[in-house]
């Protein structure tokens, strides 16, 4: 990986010394999603937008014993997908893309689910975050999501000054090595949800304390 100024050495290490800490606690984490494939996941993260990952959880066991692969999802009707995934919200619209990305599945890629990031983005509801959650824990693709956590604790760790999270995506791309881009997700994420929450970040007890520019923000 070719790293070409100063500015950009000393970020890299930056990244790393954060990666190598919340690994620490960490280790190497999984997807709390719970899937059986990669169409599987690609529901349940197409119904996580908003909602809580133990509340989509809950609903997927229930959607998936009706209807747990593409061509049986194609094939139930939407009024049906709605009544089950109405607790994760956004139920029509989500229960919209779920069906139409189902019957593409099924149309135009032989019922399995594409594995790159152009043909998955084509998908209704798929964006780059959702798709990198799929290559990158079905597919052992390489791909960092950025999602509300990763974007808030990017910024406060001074990695980034960008809400983008393409931006965000590049920079992480472009100077941590690529086998560690899907577990350096997860460790965010899960730092972001266990210490580093929006409102009152729990500093004291932050591994990442001193790499902070932010700490001991309220």
């Given at each position: 990986m070719a790293v070409k100024s100063?500015?950009?050495r000393r970020l890299a290490?930056?990244?790393?010394?954060?990666h190598d800490r919340l690994y620490g606690v960490y280790g190497d984490c999984t997807c709390p999603l719970e899937h059986a494939d990669a169409f599987q996941l690609l529901v349940a993260v197409t119904l996580s937008a908003q909602c809580r990952d133990e509340r989509v959880n809950q609903v997927t066991r229930i959607l998936f014993s009706a209807a747990p692969d593409a061509r049986s999802m194609a094939e139930m009707p939407v009024e049906r997908?709605?009544?089950?995934v109405q607790p994760c919200g956004l139920h029509k619209a989500k229960s919209r893309n779920i069906k139409a990305a189902a019957e593409m599945i099924r149309s135009r890629f032989g019922g399995a689910v594409p594995r790159t990031m152009e043909e998955l983005t084509s998908?209704?509801?798929i964006g780059r975050k959702s798709a990198n959650v799929i290559l990158g824990n079905v597919f052992g693709v390489p791909g960092f999501p950025v999602d509300t956590h990763v974007r808030r604790l990017m910024n406060?760790?001074?990695?980034v000054a960008t809400q983008d999270p393409?931006?965000?995506e590049a920079?992480?791309?472009?100077?941590?090595?690529p086998e560690l881009w899907t577990n350096f997700s997860h460790l965010l994420i899960t730092h972001g949800r266990r210490v580093c929450h929006a409102g009152r970040?729990?500093?004291?007890?932050?591994v990442l304390n001193d790499l902070c520019p932010e700490k001991g923000i309220r």
């Open positions: 100063a500015k950009e290490e930056h990244l790393r010394l954060i997908i709605e009544e089950i998908l209704p509801g406060r760790l001074g990695a393409e931006k965000i920079v992480v791309n472009a100077l941590v090595p970040p729990e500093c004291a007890k932050c």
